[in-house]
């Protein structure tokens, strides 16, 4: 069963800073898309940073500069880092998982797997609450 756990949140002041931690489990196949999300009260979730397994990072507008995806896949671990904290920063964050799929490609005399991403983030954390004050 695959499982991710966050942790890392907290109560910091602007400008401050935080670094989240993700830890997953139950799956080991090098192929993945791994993104932080997070979540205001009274607003929709959105995407804050995504990463594939070959490391290729996009990162919406609102945290450029501010917010680093990293991944220690050691330990299995995605962080964000995130520097220059604002109170509109205050959400609850996630960590999730689209794991995509394998198919058989022909590649002529044989066959070949190739991994496809499903373009939707399958697996979620509980959350990490992030807190910044003015």
């Known amino acids: 069963e695959v499982q991710l756990v966050e942790s890392g949140g907290g109560s910091v002041q602007s400008g401050g800073s935080l670094r989240l931690s993700c830890v997953v489990s139950g799956y080991d196949d090098t192929h993945y898309i791994m993104g932080w999300f997070r979540q205001a009260p009274g607003k929709e979730r959105e995407k804050v940073v995504d990463i594939d397994s070959d490391g290729r990072t996009n990162y919406a507008d609102f945290v450029k500069g501010r917010f680093t995806i990293s991944q220690d896949n050691a330990k299995s671990t995605l962080y964000l880092q995130m520097n220059d904290l604002k109170p509109e920063d205050t959400a609850m964050y996630y960590c999730?998982?689209?794991?995509?799929?394998?198919?058989?490609?022909?590649?002529?005399?044989?066959?070949?797997?190739?991994?496809?991403?499903?373009?939707?983030?399958?697996?979620w954390g509980q959350g990490t609450q992030v807190t910044v004050s003015s």
């Open positions: 999730a998982a689209d794991l995509g799929f394998y198919t058989l490609q022909d590649v002529g005399g044989g066959y070949r797997r190739h991994w496809t991403p499903t373009g939707t983030f399958t697996y």
